[in-house]
């Protein structure tokens, strides 16, 4: 494994803020630029647009995506791909049952020429993470990597070290295989900004993927680098300035609200929903070209945003009642505000 960059001193930093030697991206630049890496990516894997829209939205909010598919529907290409259009450093942690956190964070090595102890970084040193097969390693390894995606730092040894910015993890698990696996438990599902899946292409989606491979005449493909580290900081502090009028806001507080409250619920939706529901609609805005965020932003985001963080009542579990199901109930009782014009200045 190669070594990774060094660490900013302020990793752990909420918001991100753009270089001081770049100038802050304008909406029209930011949302050309998010087009370009999804056009890019889209070279790669066929078919997705509106999934890898998603999976880009939870990028340039800040946070981290759960791809919750069967094997062999894109999951790791798609993180590659993303990791090449947005130039970062692209690692990839193999989950195991024998995994265990030092093998992600690092550890401590006696170095015999220097009769000293150096820090070997691991894989969770980088700029995007692939943690594929989550669900395949002990809860303690498991919570070695949360902690790493929500304070952006490892604790080894008694130092406290703070990862690379930005940072990101594309984690996988498959929702049908069930021998030998750890499920995540919905405390740490919440850590994830979204979670979502792929899907089966159509017929034509999957020639276009088998075509495209006779064309290329390998198996290795590769997608061109759009941004680096520094412009995707300047793209997600763009975000930042996307307005949410307090209509749109308020719907999103209700429906996440109405999940609590929902029959089948156990356990509704934190404010950590509400939190991921906004922050992701400004995103999805924005690689959309615009500057304002409209309810259907936060309707299209609701089940990636939202499923994961509802537990139904276990009782139900004959019913098939799921996460799912809460959610679109809510969707369907949940007054939509009416649209308004967009604020002054801003692009449509």
Known sequence: ?????????????????????????TGAEASAAAASVLDAVETAVVGKRSSLELVLAGILAGGHVLLEDLPGLGKTLAARSFAQALGLEFTRAQFTPDLLPADLTGAEVFDQRTGEFVFRPGPVFTGLLLADEINRTPPKTQSALLEAMQERQVSVEGTTRPLPRPFHVLATANPVEHEGTYPLPEAQLDRFLLRLSFG???????????????????????????????????VQQAVEDVHVEDAVGRYAVELVAATRDHQHALVGASPRGTLALIVCARALALIRG????????????????????????????????TGAGVVEAVLQQVPVPAASEAPVGASA
């Not at 070594?3 to 803020?17: E, F, I, L, V």
């Not at 500057?291 to 098939?320: C, F, G, M």
């Open 200 to 234: 089966y292409p159509t017929a034509a989606e999957e020639w276009e993927v088998v075509s495209r491979r006779l064309d290329r005449r390998r198996e290795e493909q590769s997608v061109a680098t759009v941004l680096d580290a520094d412009g995707l900081l300047a």
């Open 290 to 321: 615009r500057s304002y965020v409209i309810p259907e932003d936060v309707k299209e985001l609701a089940h990636a945003a939202l499923d994961h963080r509802v537990t139904v009542k276990p009782e139900l579990w004959l019913q098939n009642a």
């Open 1 to 25: 494994m190669t070594d990774p960059h060094a660490p900013a001193p302020d990793a752990s930093a909420p918001t991100p803020a753009p270089p001081a030697d770049r100038a802050p991206l």
